[in-house]
């Protein structure tokens, strides 16, 4: 059984290695990550992998320099290379003595260019794009929606076979590390800011992540910074409004407890022949007036327990319930006060 597992494991290792040497035997050119770069209008020249996934403001004038080393493998002589991008004109490929001015450009073709070292560097001169993008917006997927945000630039390099010598019939290597990179502009980067300082303050407010905050980020990533960065001041302020601790509750329910049992004592003061010469109708308005506070109240607690009954949170969702519950009582104490208020009018 062990000499059975054994030969398995080797045979799987042996289809591995086969598989491998396949794949990389069908790449017959790569990149010098070492000696490429990118040079900005600034004059500062930045190392092909640095450049990677950064930010670039839109309008930029970029100039790469890209090293290409034959690997050593036979080349077919149907293969050729595309070069790809989507920089902005003014846009100049050069290739040794050749200079495209396309977005898309089929060169090294034929037998005779394969057989000379590869004519390194590759140069790309363009402009950075504006950061417009197809977005999705929820319920109206079908359309083609264009909004604002960091959108992908990029410049590929693929080694293929063309017939028309315009564009690729096949594909046999996309040269790696692809340059990617993004496209942006300072107002996208100050709402990115607003966004994230304004959201910052509201979750230490409200104590959590909430969905809104989540859909907030969702439409700046999307391609609508503007709105986002709006929506997120404010979320912000909203959040101060509803911002109510344990403790601020227990002092808000210990005032209208007091109010109640006053104006029960009162009503019992009254009724038993005391405060003779006390003007019972003020009384009476008096005790309207704290009914129409507890009613008041009762409409913040159930704004309360509203905001509570939707969150994540299980022992939140129980106190929600427990804030019905007193409304409710609250609700029953107010018309109770109303109807001691009634009765004051009528003691003689």
Not at 42 to 49: A, D, K, L, V
Not at 162 to 182: A, H, N
């Amino acid at each position: 059984m062990k000499v059975n597992t054994l030969f398995s494991v080797f045979a799987i290792v042996l289809l591995l290695s086969l598989a491998i040497g396949i794949a990389s035997a069908a790449d017959v050119l790569k990149i010098d990550e070492r000696r490429s770069y990118v040079r900005t209008v600034e004059g500062e020249q930045i190392p092909y992998t640095d450049f990677l996934n950064t930010d670039q403001f839109e309008g930029e004038v970029l100039e790469f320099h890209i090293y290409v080393d034959k690997t050593g493998v036979p080349i077919p002589d149907n293969y050729v290379l595309e070069l790809r991008t989507n920089l902005e004109k003014p846009r100049d490929w050069r290739l040794g003595d050749d200079i495209y001015h396309s977005a898309s450009v089929i060169v090294w073709q034929g037998k005779d260019e394969h057989a000379y070292p590869f004519p390194s560097p590759i140069r790309l001169t363009g402009v950075v794009p504006e950061p417009i993008k197809q977005v999705k917006e929820p319920g109206f997927e079908k359309y083609n929606i264009e909004g604002i945000g960091k959108d992908d630039v990029f410049v590929e390099l693929t080694v293929g076979t063309s017939r028309s010598g315009d564009s690729l019939e096949t594909i046999q290597q996309k040269l790696s590390p692809p340059m990617v990179f993004y496209s942006t502009d300072r107002g996208i980067q100050d709402a990115e800011r607003t966004i994230n300082d304004s959201l910052g303050a509201a979750n230490a407010k409200v104590g959590e992540t909430t969905k809104m905050e989540q859909d907030i980020e969702g439409l700046y990533e999307g391609g609508h910074p503007g709105w986002a960065s709006k929506l997120a001041e404010d979320y912000n302020e909203l959040a101060s409004t509803i911002e109510a601790p344990p403790v601020a509750l227990y002092v808000v329910i210990s005032v209208m407890l007091g109010l109640i049992l006053g104006s029960a004592f009162v009503y019992v003061y009254v009724s038993r022949g005391g405060g003779k010469g006390v003007d019972i109708s003020q009384i009476s308005s008096e005790l309207d007036d704290t009914s129409e506070r507890i009613t008041e109240k009762s409409s913040s607690i159930n704004a309360l327990s509203t905001k509570f009954a939707r969150s994540e949170d299980a022992e939140k969702r129980s106190m929600a319930r427990e804030l019905v519950r007193l409304r409710a009582s609250l609700n029953e104490i107010s018309n109770e006060i109303r109807t001691i208020s009634d009765k004051i009018r009528g003691v003689k």
